[in-house]
Structure formats: structure tokens, C-alpha cells
């Protein structure tokens, strides 16, 4: 596909633009110094950009073309009721330096979100500043450095990190000025408490853990580990990417976590993908509500008010509030569903795991062959060793049978993973289907494994060099 750049033509013209005031007039607005460089604009007719613009969108993917199991992400429906609460023109017209009492109905909205986020966490508060989830990482790993650092106990320096954690939670422990210490898996893919115990010490500064985890089980002894952790003087750390399996079930505040961070653009239905916004709001215990990023929404005096004044707080994260448009969008989520439909979302993401890897797993290796969570992870292990067709292959050739691929790759613990999320919404007519194009890629890498290897072969990029794409992208037409 060309670029529209590439579609111009001189003199075509531009007529369906709104006219560029003149140099002279922006010079009198804005001053001469302040001027831009003239900006070179394709020529192409309205119907040609209209044309492109168009063709571009049909070459993305997202959950409403179809369905997404992007283990790990979970890539859930964005319901159209919080696409059009975010727009109404009292929340998408509001500028964020207004005054306090100008803004009520946007303070209520940030503060019963942050209050529905604490009941559903089993936390004492929220704040909603981070604006994805990794920034909220970083803002709970603040949160537990400025903890010790309050009580003089600096020699905490380590975080704990088991070995099929996700990416991201090494990389902000770093950033937050820790080093990291990994913990190995046990067989039956859970923290090896054994090795947990001997890690301990007192240079522990904590503990980060998903649960269920990031192969999709359910860490039994979770109680144990933090006992395990507390006794040795951290803290427990909670990424929320899985939290989508808990709803209304169970709660990190009673498995013994101190600070959690959740996802809104992954639990809780709001737009997830293509670079942002996300929302990655952060939530504490009673001990430690006084570290939270500033400002925070309160009630105070029949109204809403904004607190700016704690000593103890890590301060702003990001400018204003967060991101404010997904949050209406969560909030709309929570108060529609409200916490008897949040119990059934967790029921069917569970249930719709556990039946497509009952589809799968005699197709495909499955490492840990239990009852799974809302994901569960299988391996091509069998059918690279077989017939050379690795899971980048089966993922290729997905491609073309019309679904986005699973995470490949991923947890790094497990051979040529394939982490399959479902998620809750699915109809069975779907999950069958998808399980049948697996079922049948697994006999084509018997059959025809050539076929897999060149896939795919109905998409418009058909199979780059990733290294390269990676390290070498070309981003322009030059």
C-alpha cells in the first residue's frame, strides 16, 4: 500500500482542508519566532484521503473485528455505553485546570472509581494518577521505597520477582532504584517456597507477584508467601494484569498484598492497544495510604475537594489526574456490572479457559496440565521438534486463518509458549472455531509444514525480519 505521500500530485489540491491563515496573521498572533517551518502537505483530492484513510483502518485488528486471545493483556469487548459516557460534553469538554468546584461531577466520578477500586481490591485507597500499567508498577515501587525509606530501614534494596513474572516488573524495580532477585518456579509451575524462604533476608524490600500467575495458575500457598515475606520485613506487591480471574471472587488485600496496581484498559474494558491511553491506578493498605500521589479526590462538606497536602506522599506522577477518558470508562464498567455481574465475569473467563485447553492440549504440550485460571499456556515444543514448526509458525498462520495470534514466547519458562486468553466474552460458537483452526494447524505442521513456515500469506506484510523490524524500523517513506 502506498503512502498518501506518495499518492500526491502537484496541483491536485487541498480545497477540502480549512484554509492556513497567512504568515503575517499567525506572526501577529503568535509572534514571527514562533513560526514553524512550512509544512508539506500531500496534494490529493478528498476522496483519495478518504480512500486511504479507510484503507488504513481495515488493516488494523482489534476486539471489534473479532476475537483477540492475547494471553497476559486481556483483550476483553470495550461495551459502547462508556465510548459514549466518555463524550459527553460536561467530561470530554472539561479543562483540567478548572476550578474544584466547577468540576464536581468529574471529582465524583475519579473518587467512587477509586473507592470501587478499593472494594474490589480489598485496599484502603486508590489513586488513579498512573497512566498505564507499568507507570502504576513504578508508582507502588516508590510507594514501598518511600515505606522503609520513612522508618530509617534503608538497607532494603531487593526485590523479589519470580521467574515467569512479567517483563515490565524487573524494569521498574530497577528504575525505582532496586535490584532484583529472581525466585524459581517449583513443577507445578508455582513460587518455589523453599527457594523464597532462603532469598529473604533483611535487604528484602518486597515481594512482586501476579496471581494467578503468568502461566495462568493460582499460587495455593499464597498465604504462606506472605507470611514468608512479612516475616523477613517487606512488602507484598500485586500486578493486577491477571486480575481479571479474582473479580468478586477473592481479593490481594487477603492474600496478604500491600499495594496493588491494576489495569483499567485490561480488566475493566476500556480501550487497550495501538500505543494508549491506558490506566494503571495504584492502591495501599491503611499503613501506607499517606505515600500516595498527590492530589487525591476527598469528600469534604457535601461536595468533593482535592487533597494536596501530605508530607509523606511520593508526590505527583503525572500531570492532572490520569487519564481521565478511560477512567469514565472503567467507571461506567464497575457501575453497570456492580459486584454480582464482576463475579460473573471472573465465572466465564475461567470457564472459557479451561475449555479451550481441554480443546488443545492433546494437539499441543501442556506443561502444567491442571485447572487453569482466565489463560493457560501450551507449547509447540512437540511440533518443532517434529516437523520444525515453531510457535511463531502456528502464530503466522493464524494470521491467515483471520484471528490476531496469542502471546508467543511467553512466560520465558516455558518452550516456544503459546499463552492463550479467552476472555469472558466470547460466545462458545467462537471458541469452538478458534479451537478448530488450532486443531487444524497442528495437522498442517504434519502435513505441510513448508506452508506454515512462509505464512502468512493472505496478510498485507507477509513475513519480515523481526530482528531487523525490531532494531532497524523504518518509520518513513524515505
Known amino acids: 500500500m502506498k503512502l498518501i505521500f506518495e499518492k500526491s500530485a502537484p496541483g491536485r489540491g487541498t480545497d477540502f482542508l480549512p484554509a492556513t491563515p497567512s504568515a503575517a496573521?499567525?506572526?501577529?498572533?503568535?509572534?514571527?519566532?514562533?513560526?514553524?517551518?512550512?509544512?508539506?502537505?500531500?496534494?490529493?483530492?478528498?476522496?483519495?484521503?478518504?480512500?486511504?484513510?479507510?484503507?488504513?483502518?481495515?488493516?488494523?485488528?482489534?476486539?471489534?473485528?473479532?476475537?483477540?486471545?492475547?494471553?497476559?493483556?486481556?483483550?476483553?469487548?470495550?461495551?459502547?455505553?462508556?465510548?459514549?459516557?466518555?463524550?459527553?460534553?460536561?467530561?470530554?469538554?472539561?479543562?483540567?485546570?478548572?476550578?474544584?468546584?466547577?468540576?464536581?461531577?468529574?471529582?465524583?466520578?475519579?473518587h467512587d472509581t477509586a473507592a470501587m477500586l478499593s472494594v474490589v481490591c480489598g485496599m484502603a485507597e486508590f489513586s488513579l494518577q498512573p497512566a498505564a500499567g507499568a507507570h502504576g508498577e513504578l508508582a507502588g515501587l516508590m510507594i514501598l521505597k518511600a515505606y522503609h525509606d520513612s522508618r530509617g530501614d534503608l538497607a532494603r534494596k531487593t526485590i523479589l520477582i519470580p521467574d515467569s513474572a512479567h517483563g515490565t516488573n524487573p524494569a521498574s524495580a530497577a528504575m525505582a532504584g532496586f535490584s532484583v532477585r529472581q525466585i524459581p518456579s517449583n513443577d507445578r509451575g508455582l513460587v518455589d517456597l523453599a527457594a523464597l524462604r532462603a532469598a529473604c533476608g533483611p535487604d528484602t524490600a518486597g515481594?512482586?507477584?501476579?496471581?494467578?500467575?503468568?502461566?495462568?495458575?493460582?499460587?495455593?500457598?499464597?498465604?504462606?508467601?506472605?507470611?514468608?515475606?512479612?516475616?523477613?520485613?517487606?512488602?507484598?506487591?500485586?500486578?493486577?494484569?491477571?486480575?481479571?480471574?479474582?473479580?468478586?471472587?477473592?481479593?490481594?488485600?487477603?492474600?496478604?498484598?500491600?499495594?496493588?496496581?491494576?489495569?483499567?484498559?485490561?480488566?475493566?474494558?476500556?480501550?487497550?492497544?495501538?500505543?494508549?491511553?491506558?490506566?494503571?491506578?495504584?492502591?495501599?493498605?491503611?499503613?501506607?495510604?499517606?505515600?500516595?500521589?498527590l492530589p487525591r479526590v476527598t469528600k469534604r462538606d457535601g461536595g468533593y475537594a482535592l487533597l494536596s497536602a501530605e508530607p509523606l506522599s511520593i508526590g505527583r506522577v503525572r500531570s492532572f489526574f490520569g487519564n481521565f477518558g478511560v477512567i469514565v470508562r472503567a467507571y461506567c464498567y464497575l457501575r453497570r456490572l456492580g459486584g454480582e455481574g464482576l463475579r460473573e465475569v471472573s465465572g466465564a473467563a475461567v470457564l472459557h479457559a479451561n475449555y479451550l485447553k481441554e480443546k488443545l492440549k492433546g494437539a499441543f504440550d501442556l506443561p502444567f496440565d491442571r485447572v487453569c485460571m482466565h489463560e493457560f499456556v501450551l507449547s509447540a515444543d512437540r511440533q518443532k521438534k517434529e516437523s520444525g514448526v515453531a510457535a511463531m509458525d502456528i502464530a503466522k498462520g493464524l494470521i491467515d486463518a483471520g484471528y490476531h495470534p496469542p502471546t508467543v514466547y511467553f512466560p520465558l519458562i516455558v518452550h516456544e509458549a503459546m499463552m492463550?486468553?479467552?476472555?469472558?466474552?466470547?460466545?462458545?460458537?467462537?471458541?469452538?472455531?478458534?479451537?478448530?483452526?488450532?486443531?487444524?494447524?497442528?495437522?498442517?505442521?504434519?502435513?505441510?509444514?513448508?506452508?506454515?513456515?512462509?505464512?502468512?500469506?493472505?496478510?498485507?506484510?507477509?513475513?519480515?525480519?523481526?530482528?531487523?523490524a525490531a532494531r532497524e524500523p523504518k518509520l518513513t517513506a524515505d
Not at 467530561?91 to 464536581?104: G, I, N, S, T, V
Not at 480471574?245 to 481479593?251: N, W
Not at 479467552?422 to 486443531?439: C, G
Open 420 to 468: 492463550i486468553e479467552p476472555t469472558e466474552t466470547e460466545t462458545p460458537e467462537t471458541l469452538d472455531a478458534f479451537a478448530a483452526v488450532m486443531l487444524s494447524l497442528s495437522e498442517t505442521a504434519k502435513t505441510d509444514p513448508d506452508s506454515l513456515h512462509t505464512a502468512p500469506h493472505r496478510a498485507a506484510i507477509t513475513r519480515p525480519d523481526d530482528t531487523k
Open 207 to 293: 515481594l512482586m507477584l501476579t496471581n494467578p500467575n503468568t502461566l495462568g495458575l493460582f499460587e495455593e500457598d499464597i498465604l504462606e508467601i506472605s507470611q514468608t515475606v512479612h516475616a523477613a520485613g517487606g512488602l507484598l506487591y500485586y500486578d493486577g494484569a491477571n486480575l481479571n480471574a479474582l473479580l468478586g471472587r477473592a481479593t490481594p488485600g487477603k492474600m496478604g498484598f500491600d499495594i496493588v496496581h491494576v489495569n483499567l484498559h485490561k480488566t475493566f474494558a476500556t480501550p487497550h492497544g495501538g500505543g494508549g491511553p491506558g490506566s494503571g491506578p495504584v492502591g495501599v493498605t491503611e499503613a501506607l495510604r499517606v505515600f500516595l500521589p
Open 25 to 110: 496573521a499567525l506572526s501577529a498572533v503568535v509572534g514571527a519566532d514562533n513560526l514553524r517551518e512550512y509544512l508539506p502537505l500531500p496534494e490529493v483530492a478528498e476522496s483519495e484521503a478518504v480512500r486511504h484513510y479507510t484503507a488504513l483502518s481495515k488493516l488494523n485488528y482489534g476486539v471489534d473485528d473479532g476475537f483477540y486471545p492475547l494471553g497476559s493483556c486481556t483483550m476483553k469487548y470495550n461495551p459502547k455505553i462508556g465510548e459514549l459516557a466518555s463524550d459527553l460534553p460536561g467530561f470530554a469538554r472539561l479543562h483540567p485546570l478548572c476550578a474544584p468546584e466547577d468540576a464536581q461531577g468529574a471529582l465524583h466520578v475519579l
